[in-house]
């Protein structure tokens, strides 16, 4: 039991590359959801899915999509890197959002 | 709409002393309260919930919450601190409402010194 894994941990990018953040988990969680976390800001929800086939938008949805084809997984995808992107980007899965949220480790974004 | 204030963005505090994160919260319906502790590069971890059963709530590690509905207020509170719980702690609101989303505060950085 993996609970909540992300990937990669770091990840330098160069304005406009685009790139996708891997999140998946394993304990058949519905709820799932993308947090940025800058300084002082505390955690900011990005976006988030309430099953397979199921997303919505955020406080920040700007600059990211998301899909969930499946249970298991939900990536995050950045269109177009901004400098503005750099921060610690974290997964979470519950069964509902008044549940337990489990976190995943974070994946570390710096795009110069 | 629901928001959350951390009243502090930083407490400091010696070894074996009380320790008090104040947190106070808005929404529009029955909410939901959570603490969530995050250590250094780490990822967040569950301190305690409130989730519109008993008022004082105890969590891991020692630490418990007082929902106070006239006060909109729910502080995060341990006896005697540790130099483990050096750490960010954050507060978060959720409503009672199916499927709804979180909204986090921006954190309180909780210091130890010997």
């Known amino acids: 039991n993996a609970g909540v894994t992300q990937t990669p941990k770091f990840q330098v990018l160069k304005t406009g590359q685009s790139m996708t953040l891997q999140c998946a988990q394993d304990?058949?969680?519905?709820?799932m959801s993308w947090y940025r976390q800058d300084p002082g800001m505390g955690l900011r929800l990005i976006h988030y899915?309430?099953?397979?086939?199921?997303?919505d938008q955020g406080e920040v949805p700007n600059g990211y999509n998301v899909s969930r084809s499946t249970t298991e997984d939900f990536p995050l995808r950045l269109l177009s890197a901004a400098p503005s992107q750099t921060s610690v980007y974290f997964c979470?899965?519950?069964?509902?959002?008044?549940?337990?949220?489990?976190f995943g480790p974070g994946t570390r974004l710096l795009v110069l | 709409a629901q928001s959350v204030t951390q009243l502090d963005s930083h407490v400091s505090v010696s070894e074996g002393t009380p320790v008090l994160l104040r947190c106070n919260y808005s929404?529009?319906?029955?909410?939901?309260l959570f603490w969530y502790v995050q250590h250094p590069n780490k990822g967040l971890q569950l301190l305690l919930k409130?989730?519109?059963?008993?008022?004082l709530v105890k969590g891991i590690n020692g630490f418990e919450a007082e929902f106070k509905k006239s006060e909109t207020s729910f502080h995060l509170t341990k006896p005697s601190a540790h130099m483990s719980d050096a750490a960010e702690y954050f507060c978060v609101v959720t409503s009672t409402k199916r499927y709804s989303t979180l909204t986090f505060g921006k954190g309180t950085m909780l210091l130890v010194s010997p």
């Open positions: 979470a899965s519950s069964t509902d959002s008044q549940e337990t949220q489990y």
């Open positions: 929404s529009s319906y029955s909410p939901s």
């Open positions: 304990m058949n969680h519905e709820y």
């Open positions: 409130y989730t519109s059963a008993a008022t």
């Open positions: 899915s309430v099953g397979a086939g199921i997303t």
